[in-house]
């Protein structure tokens, strides 16, 4: 089966191809020739993850999927979710990524500062469009624990302060294949996959 | 929302009813009055899992689901597969479901005594059915091994014997929190939770 993905981070693109085995041949945007910016202007996990992947089929009218992840911390309502990414308000093409990922961790560990609970969850959302237009959102959860002290250095975005319930470890000290297994994004991906494999008519 | 679960295990209701949460009325086969036998004629998981759904929803035309779940042994080829609960031959009206399960297991035993391949997965299919009969399948597998001792009381069927991987116990050592946190019957049906939740629609 041939599904596009609605991202235009190759990095990303052969994550999600692996998780995905071979069945599913993933086109990138790339491979189409698209280099525009994908629209991402939504309020929420699953608007953004709709409409980019609305945006997509609207210009191939192929299958195609996208998706969106945030950070969403239960003393914060739900913040910075859908704003993880951009939650510092560093331009997204100022610094490193590093550095942007550095500026959120540190506005995050400020506002929890005086906060006893430190419940937190990743979550995913998969939007994917069959070449008829149906939709279908899929989604993955990992609830776990902010802590006040950066450890690890792999991963990315927040992993440094966040400690998957069950685990001792960040996700940044975990390889990404240990993180793999019980991931938000490995869970939204596992039904997303068993979904394709048993609903094969798309 | 409401949905019939297409059982006449009461205990299974119940089961699920917990694991799908308080969004997510299940009508049991009793409340409708309904007491007939269930077909359940198929080669595969898919074929049960739809046969079952496919006939409530001809009688009742509301959102249904059904579900069915295997045992399926690498070196078997799969076996016993969609065959797991009579296995061993006995009628499913012989004896208490401890003596058959007993039984079950002793044939497996006996068919993997020489062989050094004691991979095996668990795994559970569902069949949706939403009120415009849309039909979807969603799937959960849980890999372990098959040990030549039983150990533990708790569970049931083959759980005596299937120790999941990355554990030291065998399902039936666990309690039934524990296990749910990593079954196949909990990973269908979250996939298939998440899934409705997110897909208000139907």
């Known amino acids: 089966m041939n599904l596009i993905f609605a991202t235009q981070n190759s990095h990303k693109l052969s994550e999600i191809q692996h ?25 929420t996990l699953e608007g953004n993850a709709l409409e980019k992947a609305r945006f997509i089929f609207s ?21 910075p979710g859908v704003y993880s990414a951009r939650y510092s ?19 995050l560990l400020v ?24 939709e279908f959102l899929f ?3 990992v609830n776990g624990q902010i802590v006040k002290e950066l450890k690890g250095d792999e991963g990315f975005g927040y992993d440094p302060v966040f400690v998957p319930d069950g685990y001792n470890q960040t996700f940044a ?6 993180k793999n297994k019980i991931s938000h ?18």
């Not at 998780?19 to 202007?41: A, H, R, V």
């Not at 308000?89 to 506005?107: T, W, Y």
């Not at 490995?186 to 798309?202: E, G, I, P, Q």
């Open 19 to 43: 998780l995905l085995g071979n069945s599913f041949q993933l086109t990138s945007l790339k491979d189409l020739g698209f280099t525009d910016d994908i629209p991402e202007n939504q309020t």
């Open 89 to 107: 308000g560093l331009l997204s093409d100022f610094g490193s990524e590093k550095m942007r990922s550095l500026a959120n961790i540190q506005k």
């Open 59 to 79: 210009k191939f009218n192929q299958s195609c999927f996208a998706d969106d992840t945030g950070l969403e911390v239960e003393a914060l309502n739900g913040d």
């Open 139 to 141: 989604e993955g959860i």
């Open 111 to 134: 506002a929890l500062e005086n906060q006893p609970n430190k419940n937190a969850r990743f979550r995913t959302v998969i939007a994917f469009i069959t070449n008829t237009g149906n």
């Open 185 to 202: 994004r490995a869970r939204a991906f596992n039904c997303f996959h068993d979904f394709l494999s048993l609903n094969n008519t798309f």
């Open 173 to 178: 000290e975990m390889s990404l294949s240990e």
